[in-house]
């Protein structure tokens, strides 16, 4: 049995390289940008994630992209009353389809099975009133998901970003979400509405474009 000091002192190790590595001049956090003042004027703090979903239109046309095994697909469809949710997945064998074949069933549910942006490429332009992004978290990936997914949106349209962070502490992994959503918000003048938190830090938040 592994024990809490031998994680702790691979841990230790691994700080140790990675501290020399950044110390020989080498690049490897994706540091997010500050976002101005006025793009967080209006930005209210909420407990968690399903607080958001009560936040979000009701009977909407909306999509999450990555869902995993589909339980917050199903709060969304508990909480939202989408008329329609579209579900992408990479891999739709992770699904537990009890979750949402009711919905399937009576099609105001639809899972699309592959890359995320490149399906979401196919839709229409002003499609969504709101898209829930929770796929490849590295930063080119969620870069891309954010951009195409922009495209789609309706005027006024939301995006929310889950895991808005730069490191992820439970899988010691790379997070480019914090950086790929600021870097957008400035680029394109949109403004954080709802930071919801998360215990481990994994928090959420919604983007708008400024009126």
């Known amino acids: 049995m592994t024990t809490f000091q031998e994680v702790e002192t691979a841990r230790i190790k691994y700080a140790r390289i990675k501290r020399q590595f950044i110390d020989e001049g080498n690049h490897y956090h994706d540091y997010a940008p500050a976002l101005p003042q ?111 997914s922009a495209t789609k949106l309706k005027k006024g349209g939301m995006l929310v970003l889950n895991d808005y962070t730069s490191w992820s502490p439970v899988g010691m992994t790379h997070c480019g979400v914090a950086r790929a959503v600021n870097e957008f918000c400035i680029e394109n003048d949109y403004e954080l509405l709802f930071y919801a938190f998360h215990p481990m830090m994994y928090n959420d938040v919604l983007i708008r474009k400024r009126p």
């Open 38 to 148: 006025e793009l967080l004027e209006n930005c209210k703090v909420l407990k968690d994630r399903y607080a958001l979903l009560e936040h979000l239109p009701k009977g909407a046309i909306c999509a999450e992209l990555g869902t995993d095994k589909g339980e917050f697909a199903r709060k969304i469809l508990d909480i939202c009353a989408p008329e329609k949710l579209y579900i992408f997945e990479l891999d739709i064998s992770r699904i537990d389809m009890p979750n949402i074949e009711a919905e399937v069933s009576e099609k105001r549910c639809e899972v699309v099975a592959g890359d995320s942006a490149a399906n979401m490429g196919e839709f229409p332009t002003a499609f969504f009133d709101w898209i829930y992004i929770d796929a490849n978290h590295y930063y080119d990936g969620v870069k891309k998901d954010i951009e195409i």
